[in-house]
């Protein structure tokens, strides 16, 4: 039997915001500027970058249900079933990173190629080892839904930190007169992965396993039907509708981001005004933590997203038609924007583990980190899309990179796809969660009061 435990507390909350930002000081590092890195400073053609993005990701995409399953098999030997893959990948993960910014401009164009594919797919596999038993590791630290919504709540807050810190250092550090100084990614990416070390250090000793993840109908040990594992996937339609919802929002938002320093740059004509936009995102940020908690209760968590992502919607909707020149004006709109769809990527998290818990619902048993890898999966497919989409939506509009200033064409289809695409991404992730996800407020509670009937009735047999 699993060892005595202390109580769910303020620790666990803690600990899990150390271990988002723990990832996101490495993933979310790469995502905001490891194609900038290609593009402007190895001089890497636009076009090869999405091609590279694309077969890595897609790779990175398959080989997530693959160690969510080997995650599932192992035994728990009485220090957790997630948490030590935490520990033995989280080093490694961090090496990689940095590798992957290391200034080989100077390479010919073929080896330069091969570096990025290289060290882009080791560090992919690395990050999955230690992010699929992260995300499980929710679903087993309690069963609560409220207590499941402050899990959400606080992973979100991790990496809102390192997103706030990342936007208002990057531009700052990085740039120099507008351009792109090549040493200092590398520095600035092995500070952040010592952070992201440290801090899932910590999650590993903070966070614990409360939930024993056994099957409710006890069978006998066999080994992994992948076949099987995809057809269970294909009934658990809560988990169905939260990998469609993520993937369209994602690949919308995602292009966006990645267009991010473009706009600021190329567009705004100044780089470091992205920086005062992650200054200001503290705000928003705050609001969104301290507010999301209230309305989720009130309203639903299936509910409020979609009634704040229609709002961004909205406001993305006006911005396309009138545009936006004044960059302190366009920060404070969308500062104004990230309230409309904070409500999508704070509590998104907490679907998933609904999703567990409908797996168990329906199927009579656990499998964390299979369900939880299968969402990953669709996400990273999702930045697969969304990182080649944003280069190709360069070459598509004709972006130079090697030169220092666009033509007035190409700022102004920026900022066209800049509104176009957050649009067209999160409307279609609306209408998924309305007329696919099946769990609204009631649903839920009602799923949650059958699993504890359930398990007291097998505590009592």
């Known amino acids: 039997m699993k060892k005595e435990v202390r109580k769910f507390s303020m620790l666990d909350k803690i600990g899990y915001t150390l271990g988002d930002m723990g990832c996101c000081c490495t993933e979310q590092f790469r995502s905001a500027y490891l194609s900038v890195f290609y593009t402007l400073v ?55 990173c940095v ?11 073929g080896a330069k190629l091969i570096y990025m594919f290289v060290t882009y797919v080791v560090y992919e596999i690395l990050y999955t080892c230690v992010n699929v038993p992260y995300g499980s590791l929710s679903s087993v630290m309690t069963d609560d839904v ?70 409710i109908v006890k069978e006998e040990k066999q080994k992994i039907n992948y076949l099987e594992v995809i057809k269970e996937i294909g009934k658990n339609r809560a988990l169905i509708g939260c990998m469609l919802a993520s993937f369209i929002g994602m690949v919308g938002a995602s292009v966006v981001n990645g267009l991010n320093t473009y706009l600021y740059k190329d567009y705004f004509g100044n780089v470091k005004l992205s920086a005062m936009s992650g200054m200001l995102s503290v705000l928003w940020s705050l609001i969104a933590f301290i507010g999301i908690k209230f309305v989720a209760k009130k309203f639903g ?15 993305y909707a006006i911005l396309h038609f009138f545009p936006i020149t004044d960059g302190m ?40 980190g299979i369900v939880y890898s299968a969402y990953s999966f669709v996400r990273k497919l999702a930045n697969a899309v969304s990182a ?3 280069n190709f939506a360069l070459v598509w509009i004709g972006y130079d990179y090697t030169a220092t200033t666009q033509t007035a064409e190409v700022t102004k289809s920026i900022w066209s796809g800049y509104t ?30 059958t699993l504890a009937k359930r398990r007291a009735e097998k505590n009592e047999a």
């Open 388 to 390: 080649s989409l944003a």
């Open 99 to 109: 590798l992957g910014f290391a200034n080989i401009r100077d390479w010919a164009y």
């Open 329 to 368: 004006t366009f920060i404070i709109v969308n500062g104004i924007c990230y309230l409309g769809v904070c409500g999508f990527q704070v509590l998104i998290w907490a679907l998933v583990n609904d999703s567990i818990d409908y797996h168990e619902l329906i199927h009579g048993k656990r499998n964390e």
């Open 146 to 215: 409220n207590q499941r919504t402050d899990l959400s709540r606080y992973r979100s807050l991790g990496g809102t930190i390192f997103m706030t810190v990342a936007v208002i250092i990057g531009p700052l550090f990085l740039y120099k007169d507008n351009q792109p100084v090549p040493e200092r990614f590398v520095i600035l990416s092995a500070a952040f992965a010592a952070v992201g070390f440290v801090c899932l250090m910590l999650t590993s000793f903070w966070c614990k396993e409360r939930i024993v993840a056994e099957p």
């Open 301 to 315: 968590k299936k509910e409020w997203i979609m009634y704040s992502a229609t709002f961004s919607v909205i406001v």
């Open 42 to 96: 190895l001089q890497v053609n636009p076009a090869h970058s999405a091609i590279l993005f694309l077969i890595t990701k897609i790779w990175d995409a398959i080989n997530d249900p693959i160690i969510g399953a080997l995650v599932d098999s192992r035994k728990d030997t009485g220090k957790g079933k997630f948490i030590p893959w935490i520990r033995a990948f989280a080093l490694p993960m961090a090496v990689t």
């Open 420 to 449: 176009t695409l957050y649009v067209v991404g999160y409307l279609a992730a609306v209408l998924v969660m309305k007329f696919v996800y099946p769990l609204t407020k009631e649903k839920t509670q009602e799923m949650i009061d």
